[in-house]
């Protein structure tokens, strides 16, 4: 079976603003936004306008023109990031921001356009078997910023990197589809034997575990990019990759010109990249600002063509005449438990409290914005068969708010223990963001209120909660998690947990016997509702207690056209972005 795209060229001058306000990683925990904090704990305008020139100016003298593009002007975008980058490395960095400047800077064989469909990548010719099990894609000719061409082999080694112990990987189940993947990483298989095979130079060939329809997909996570073999030989190895400007290589149409730690990336038009001639910014500066009211202050003085930002400032934006938007950006809150916990091994007290969450009161009364009350886990937007997942399954969240329920479900609980509900004291992990902080009260005072028990607040950076969630070290924790591609195993694949796992994750034969059965079913329609019976599963059993599908709100300065939001990473896109100067 063959399946062919074509790229179709788009005149620059005419690409129009899109909005996919229902259509949203990493993945991963949210930064969140400044939603419910107190509006006086604002740093002035006068203050934040200093600020932000103070970080802005740095921008300017790394932005300067080489001489052979001084006798014309420019197209320049600024954009703002929350945290500083970790490392260009793809196999090492994940989150969110960083997967903005990896949507620019590192192309895979396929990529989303402007509708959160496929369209050509570096492969411009699709093959595939009956059962999806075999991939082949033909490489278009296209280079790395260093003039290098992309070849097949940039896939066996970028690829192969991830589990054969080259580099220090953060997900590499995110490539177990691949055949003898998860053996290789476990040591129980030669690196030879991955299904990742160069055919020849330009022809790539993927060899599977098990049928992955939506395996083109998956191509468009930053875990599944080529890396230029000799380019990483040259800089003295993995460990050295990606670690300045000068040791990472895009094969986007960008690549990293300049990096100040904790001020700015500047980006810059790769001239060998395939489509460059459809490529209308000539630069990107990308800021590193974690402040929220920093980043608005620098929009509003027309040092930023892109923010995004939360309830608390939308009358800020507004106030200033820019539009505010909104979008759905396919992002699920959720509690997740500690199951070596007394209390939380329990199905009766997980059940108990999803039961006593008012979601409607969080919604409305502490985000204050377009999100919605979670009635799954898989969030609206990501695809289903011949619709969404969610309109296809609908809801299956079963203990939704109900405080009477609530109550009866504690005290089958408590009776089973041998304790009284005032007995239950636990402690809510959560990262400091204002979003999560405001919601993570509210639920103590719900929780407390309605079922009289214990819950105390711990809020600690990202990558502290990351350290501790890692460990073990929690009870339970607010979180979320992000669509890193368009399918709904991307949620549902992480409660999957064998005997091997450790105690402290969710695990149930159950689950595991329905998910699996839905992984290897080849019609779609059915492979959709037995995910969705997964899904009921994991919520019945209070695996995990949902809360809300998540929104964000943004604002697009004049001079920019072509803004892409999507359900799934890179949530914001500004490939096909002009500049109305």
Not at 531 to 546: A, H, R, W, Y
Request: hydrophobic share 35%; aromatic share 12%; glycine share 8%.
């Amino acid at each position: 079976m063959k399946k062919t795209y074509r790229w179709k060229k788009v005149s620059t001058g005419i690409l129009a603003a899109v909005l996919l306000a229902s259509t949203l990683v990493g993945c991963g925990t949210t930064t969140g936004g400044n939603i419910a904090a107190d509006s006086a704990a604002s740093p002035s305008a006068n203050e934040t306008a200093s600020s932000a020139n103070e970080i802005a100016t740095p921008a300017n003298e790394i932005a300067s023109p080489d001489n052979e593009t001084e006798t014309k002007a420019e197209a320049v975008i600024s954009v703002a990031i929350g945290a500083d980058p970790s490392s260009f490395d793809p196999a090492i960095s994940l989150g969110g921001a960083l997967m903005y400047i990896f949507g620019l800077t590192q192309e895979s064989l396929t990529r989303f356009g402007d509708d959160q469909q496929l369209v050509d990548g570096l492969a411009d010719k699709i093959e595939h078997n009956e059962d999806f099990t075999e991939w082949t894609f033909t490489l278009r000719d296209s280079g790395w910023n260093n003039g290098d061409s992309v070849t097949a082999d940039d896939w066996v080694y970028g690829i192969g990197r991830l589990v054969d112990g080259t580099t220090d990987v953060a997900f590499p189940d995110f490539v177990y589809e691949i055949k003898n993947a998860r053996a290789i990483f476990a040591k129980e298989a030669d690196a030879s034997t991955l299904g990742v095979t160069a055919v020849d130079e330009k022809t790539v060939k993927f060899t599977l575990e098990y049928p992955v329809p939506y395996f083109e997909k998956l191509l468009t996570h930053c875990q599944h990019f080529g890396v230029n073999r000799s380019f990483v030989a040259s800089i003295g190895g993995d460990v050295n990759y990606g670690t300045t400007a000068q040791t990472s290589l895009g094969n986007g149409p960008y690549y990293v010109d300049s990096w100040k730690t904790d001020n700015v990336v500047v980006l810059k038009k790769n001239p060998y990249y395939w489509n460059k001639d459809n490529i209308a910014v000539d630069q990107v500066n990308v800021y590193i600002i974690p402040d929220e009211s920093t980043q608005v202050n620098m929009f509003i003085n027309g040092e930023l063509d892109i923010v995004d930002f939360s309830a608390q400032r939308l009358s800020t934006i507004k106030s200033a005449g820019f539009d505010a938007q909104s979008y759905n950006n396919g992002r699920t809150a959720y509690l997740s438990y500690n199951f070596t916990n007394p209390y939380f091994v329990n199905k009766y007290i997980r059940q108990a409290i999803s039961s006593a969450i008012d979601r409607d009161s969080l919604v409305a009364g502490v985000l204050k914005n377009d999100s919605k009350v979670a009635d799954g886990f898989v969030p609206p937007g990501l695809s289903g068969a011949d619709s969404t997942f969610r309109d296809i399954v609908g809801g299956t969240l079963e203990y939704a708010y109900n405080p009477e329920r609530s109550r009866e479900l504690l005290k089958n609980g408590t009776d089973e223990l041998g304790i009284n509900a005032a007995d239950i004291n636990f402690t809510l992990l959560t990262s400091n963001t204002d979003e999560f902080k405001s919601i993570a009260g509210a639920l103590q005072q719900l929780l407390q209120n309605e079922l009289g028990i214990t819950v105390n607040i711990e809020t600690l950076d990202s990558g502290s909660v990351y350290a501790k969630r890692s460990s073990g070290d929690y009870d339970v924790y607010l979180t979320s998690w992000g669509a890193d591609y368009d399918d709904a195993t991307n949620f549902l694949g992480s409660y999957e947990h064998g005997d091997e796992a450790a105690d402290y994750l969710y695990k149930s034969e159950e689950f595991n016997t329905v998910y699996k059965a839905a992984v290897y079913t080849l019609d779609q329609k059915e492979r959709i509702a037995q995910l969705g019976e997964s899904e009921k599963i994991l919520l019945e059993d209070q695996g995990i207690t949902t809360l809300y599908y998540t929104a964000q709100y943004y604002a697009v300065s004049d001079r920019a056209s072509g803004v892409i939001r999507r359900a799934v990473v890179p949530y914001l896109d500004t490939y096909f972005v002009s500049v109305n100067d």
